[in-house]
């Protein structure tokens, strides 16, 4: 966790720090209509160092993907700061969509 904190060019959100303690790599399914895959921390890194995430949307983290090309990521988007996801093919700040104000909002409060 301290390596992340440090790549990372913004504070790695304490939700996600906290699922991480439970489980990571594990494929969830959300309200049904999406499986998303949480990266450890490792994973993080190298994805984000993989596909240059920050070199397109700048302050921002993708903490894990939808198993279907799409990155899930903290930014601070055309709607604030939140939970969004965005193609691994079109990395762009306004291709982005948020779908949650935070990963534990989106586990466990079903929102987005």
Known sequence: MKELQKFSSIDVPLDYLEVIQHCTNAEINVQNELYIRIWSPTDCIEMNEAHDIQKYIP??????????????????GNEGFGLYTVDFGDLD???????????KALLIDSVG
């Open 59 to 76: 302050n921002s983290l993708a903490i894990g993907d939808d198993e279907g090309g799409k990155a899930l990521l903290y930014v601070d």
């Open 93 to 103: 700040i306004e291709e982005t969509i948020k779908i949650a104000p935070s990963l």
